[in-house]
């Protein structure tokens, strides 16, 4: 007899649940009759996880809005998203550089984001833990870049 869901999961708290941990168990069962039950429980999960994580059509957390300000001194970097939880996603609608330069940053690589002719980035940023944004400044004096973000997932 195979485990169901609830058992392959039971040590965990629902919060550090990963949609990679249910990918992995749905990977290695077969859609057939016996498996019904074992698919109940990942409908029920999946549904549970994202009604828990997010607002309804995906849009902003209420009460999860912000703006930060960052202070770089010339010659400096700072990030914004590198302390995120696992399953954290936030949504960026606005940035003012401020004579910063920013990019997509893994702990690794940058993958620079370009602005438009008009100085503007294109928008809206999506940040997570794995993929954040790295505010560099080269300008001569200190800067202080801002963006305006909400919490899509929690």
């Given at each position: 007899m195979r485990p169901d869901i609830y058992e392959l999961l039971a040590s965990q708290q629902a919060s550090s649940t990963t949609v990679t941990q249910l990918n992995t168990a749905t990977k290695a069962t077969y859609i057939d009759r016996?498996?019904?039950e074992f698919w109940a429980g990942m409908i029920t999960v999946g549904r549970m996880m994202r009604e828990s994580r997010t607002n309804t059509g995906g849009l902003p957390i209420p009460e999860t809005s912000a703006i930060d300000v960052l202070s770089i001194a010339d010659g400096a970097t700072e990030k914004f998203g590198d302390t995120l939880g696992d399953t954290e996603i936030y949504l960026v609608h606005n940035v003012d550089l401020d004579n910063c330069s920013v990019g997509y940053f893994d702990d690794t690589n940058v993958s620079p984001i370009t602005p438009n002719g008009d100085g503007q980035i294109q928008l809206p940023l999506y940040?997570?833990?794995?993929?954040?944004?790295?505010?560099?400044?080269?300008?001569?004096s200190?800067?202080?870049p801002s963006l305006t973000y909400s919490k899509v997932s929690l």
């Open positions: 016996s498996n019904v940040v997570t833990k794995l993929t954040y944004l790295i505010f560099s400044n080269a300008s001569g200190a800067q202080t």
